[in-house]
């Protein structure tokens, strides 16, 4: 049994029930758990690794909630830098029916280093797209190979333009087809168990997007699985709530309790557009939500009321979004994002640092349904957790006065450490797993090669976009 011991570091950040900090302290850990937290004193002597933390603070590895990892392929893509949520859609969709196997599988490698390299141990992702038979289990083997904690949700769409839709009809897939996929990849992938590294989730892209006889029998499936996550995107817009009138005769989350998808086992992504009751509702039914503020400013979306959702008792956490709608995935700076925003709409008090850290910690691990494995460094929860050099430029004077508050306020660059299931996965700021100059430049050619050959690449400047009409 492999033992892990990290010492001397500066501040060690528990997120545990009383918020434990402590200084010049660390932790002990035996295979994928963590075994003893404290000053280094009383830490066992010896390990077969043992990392001198002296420079660093030591907290719970982050967790997303929220991503579209093949959309680093279309950051800042002209054409679609300067819209809202259902223009952006109608130019980048045209776009996404070339995207091979590949190309999912070196973009999720590319938005899976990011999304470590600032802090994530845990992510989930929301891939909606099939076209030309690929598979989500690319994705599974690069978060195996990458070393990452994943959530692998299986989205999905039905309804094509010629059925009303507003995706491409080479995007779509029958629910026939739909439904057993999901029912393969939870047989071949999903683990259940305490501590998996893999669990698949079942994720239609939108409820707008699929029929309401599908959302039914994806809820079905799943319930009759064990540990299997439900997760879409709900009223992230003005325009979705518009949609969902004009179609329906419903707000989002009544449509959403009509075909049964709130519980503890379902996660909305945005949810900017809910009432009083319906936050309640969230609340009483424990549905959690991936609040991904970036996407939502960029988007011009508006901002979520995540001050009234912790108030009546939601589980939120923080989602980056996709790629193309943030155009980053940086999750101390989502984080940053989150408490920034809360304090434009309800004051400079209204919102503290500890409660942006809880959000990336245990707020994700809630709303993942893994409050007893992660979200915090404690005896018995797995050995997850991120290292942030104090000796930087970036949090230089910050890491003097308030090394925890300073994460969120200064900015963190990039980790020092990472420690997923008790494998070290960065150290010195490093990605060991995994040659990132060179998964990088593939991305990069691959992402030219989708818009270079595209036929409407042509018509894909920021002025006078002829998508516009799609
Ligand atoms: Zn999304």
Known sequence: MA?????????????????????????????????????SETLPEYADTVIDASNLVILPGLVNTHHHFFQSLFRAIPGAQDHSLFDWLARLMPLYGDVTEEAVYIASLTAMS???????????DHLYLYPGGKTIDVQVRAAREIGLRFHATRGAISVGESQGGMTPDNLVQTEDEILRDCERILAVHHNPGLFSMIRIGLAPCTPFTVTKKLMRETAKLARSGCNVGLHTHVAE???????????FDQRPAE????????GADVWWAHSIFLNHDEIQML?????????????????GSGICPVRDM??????????????ASNDTGHLFNEARTAVLLQRVVNGADAFTIEEGLH????????????ANEIGSLQPGKAADFIGVDLDTLSMAGGAVHDPAAALLLCHVDRVNLSVINGKVVVQGGELLTIDVDRIVARHNSLAGGLVARHPLAGQLTNKGCKLSSL
């Open 3 to 39: 033992t892990l011991l990290v010492k001397n570091a500066r501040m060690l950040i528990t997120m545990d029930d009383q918020r434990r900090k402590y200084r010049n302290a660390g932790l002990f850990a035996r295979d994928h758990l963590i075994e003893q937290i404290g000053p």
């Open 114 to 124: 990011e999304m470590i390299l600032s802090g994530c141990t845990t992510s989930s």
């Open 237 to 247: 817009t003005k325009d979705e709530e518009k949609y969902c009138l004009d179609q």
């Open 255 to 262: 449509y959403m309790q009509e075909v049964g998808w709130v």
């Open 283 to 299: 609340a009483k039914t424990r549905t959690g939500v991936a609040h991904c503020p970036s996407s939502n400013m960029r988007l």
């Open 310 to 323: 912790l108030d009546a008792g939601v589980n939120v956490a923080i989602g980056v979004d996709g790629s």
């Open 359 to 370: 959000l990336a910690t245990r707020g994700g691990a809630a709303v993942l349904g893994r």
